[in-house]
């Protein structure tokens, strides 16, 4: 307000008000000057409204003994004049007359925020101001009190499941401090900010299901009474991990190196006899007759394997947001590596013999992959996510044999090589809640199939030429790689991922 428009309203209100109130006034004389209104002794004329006692409306005055509001521009920023306390402001620019103290209702600038934040009902933030639905006192409520039910613990963590306060209280407080509410589905809650981590590591716990080619190893009895195969193997459940790094190249752009391996599944499988145990060398007894002394009327035969997997990639990355951010999604392009090995190895106690055939059997996979994944953000915390990618792949496979024979008395090598192409698909489900701003826990369930590799069982050679045992009907045998064969590898997944 202008200068000459409030010295104009002071000279109307003294013509104009009646001499009863004019009587209340204290006033003093100037030596050179009309008689004006004197300030309360000692007060501060640019007091701040919350610190000044109540004021009446303008065109109102003050009660006897204080002064009237500073007119013109506060220092802090609004207009004394326009702003009330505890009276009413009047209609225009010149109130009606004085308002009764204590009544009317306070009328803030806008830009002044209230003293109660965030919720209707809640005026004031003192030790009880309370956490519920309905009083909400914004960031640091209840920092210096205990609230009643439904409200706070130790120093403003809000209560609830756990009494660590995961559903919530208010906007930045308890368990969800720094983050919001953990269950907010609110743009405010934070559902769009970017789904990303800088580092990432995973416990494994998968379990082992190999397809091979269902070898038969031994036979009891006569030829079609098979005891003893491949398919009878178990393999025990072995831990991993996956560990990735992510790194933003440009705007919309990231790179990702991955790593998922180090589990080592083993089992094996025996069968007992009574000079009865016949093997695949013989055609189980066949030819020759009764079989080989090193493997045929045996007392003991035993088959054993083991895999282990371990795969490298590099990705580049294009997330992606829908518009009310609840999906979001990511697509990628990249290198990878896999590496599959599987040895087995298989016993026989022979009636006047033994044998010990060792196969390893060993898997490059070269290639390109894409993929993808799809996120629903159930809050800024929590995210439901499942993602896929396959690739196709040159396969470099290879498989060493040693057959010892009569416990070293002869021992055959044999190596072979075989190229093929062959396909990696891995998917699974993944959840993660945001523990704090910068960690996050994640557990899900995950699946990588692998096709058209060697395995060890696989590439047993029982094929025999002339000879009176084994050692000479076994030499210049030709070999081979048998490559068809796959496995899956499947189960749980829990870690943390991390952002700086």
């Not at 299901?209 to 072995?238: C, K, M, P, W």
Request: aromatic content about 10%; some cysteine; overall charge negative.
């Amino acid at each position: 307000m202008r200068p000459t428009r409030l010295w104009t309203a002071l000279l109307l209100s003294g013509m104009l008000l009646p001499s009863a109130a004019m009587a209340q006034k204290s006033t003093y004389t100037a030596p050179n000057g009309p008689t004006e209104m004197a300030p309360p002794a000692g007060s501060n004329p640019y007091q701040r409204p919350a610190d000044h006692p109540a004021v009446m409306g303008m065109g109102g005055m003050m009660p006897p003994g204080q002064g009237m509001m500073p007119q013109g521009p506060s220092p802090y920023g609004y207009d004394a004049m326009q702003v009330g306390y505890a009276g009413q402001m009047g209609p225009g620019p010149m109130g009606p007359g004085p308002a009764p103290m204590g009544q009317g209702q306070m009328m803030m600038d806008p830009s002044v925020a209230p003293a109660g934040y965030g919720a209707p009902g809640c005026a004031t933030c003192g030790p009880d101001c309370g956490c519920g639905p309905n009083c909400g006192c914004g960031p640091g409520a209840c920092a210096g009190g205990n609230c009643a039910a439904g409200g706070c613990l130790n120093g403003g963590c809000c209560s609830g499941l756990l009494g660590f306060g995961l559903l919530g209280c208010e906007q930045y407080c308890g368990f969800g401090r720094g983050i919001g509410n953990p269950w907010d589905m609110s743009a405010y809650g934070g559902i769009c900010s970017p789904r990303r981590f800088d580092v990432l590591v995973e416990a494994t716990i998968f379990s082992l299901e190999s397809n091979t080619r269902g070898l038969d190893f031994t036979s009891q009895g006569g030829a079609n009474n098979f005891v003893l195969g491949a398919d009878d193997i178990d393999y025990s459940h072995q831990g991993g991990v996956r560990i990735s790094a992510m790194r933003t190249l440009t705007p919309g752009t990231e790179l990702e190196f991955s790593f998922l391996g180090t589990g080592n599944w083993s089992g094996s499988a025996g069968v007992n006899g009574n000079a009865d145990l016949f093997s695949p060398f013989s055609d189980f007894g066949i030819d020759p007759v009764d079989g080989w002394a090193e493997t045929d009327e045996s007392d003991f035969h035993q088959l054993g394997s083991s895999n282990s997997f371990n795969s490298f990639e590099l990705n580049l990355r294009r997330p992606w947001t829908s518009a009310n951010c609840w999906w979001q999604g990511a697509w990628w392009a990249g290198l990878r590596y896999v590496r599959v090995d599987d040895d087995a190895i298989l016993v026989n106690q022979g009636g006047d013999g033994s044998l010990n055939y060792g196969v390893g059997a060993n898997n490059d996979l070269w290639g390109a992959q894409l993929g993808g994944d799809l996120a629903l953000r159930m809050t800024q915390r929590l995210t439901l996510s499942g993602f896929a990618e396959v690739g196709v792949y040159g396969n470099r496979a290879s498989q060493e044999s040693v057959l010892d024979l009569n416990n070293g008395a002869a021992i055959i090598r044999e190596e072979a090589v075989s190229r093929r192409g062959s396909m990696v698909t891995e998917g699974g489900l993944v959840g993660t809640f945001q523990v704090t701003p910068k960690i996050a826990f994640r557990a899900g369930y995950q699946v990588v199939f692998i096709d058209g590799i060697a395995l060890g069982s696989d590439n047993f050679n029982f094929d025999t030429g002339l000879g009176a045992n084994l050692p000479a009907a076994l030499a210049g045998r030709s070999t081979g790689v048998a490559d068809n064969g796959s496995v899956l590898y499947h189960g749980a997944t829990a870690g943390f991922d991390w952002r700086w």
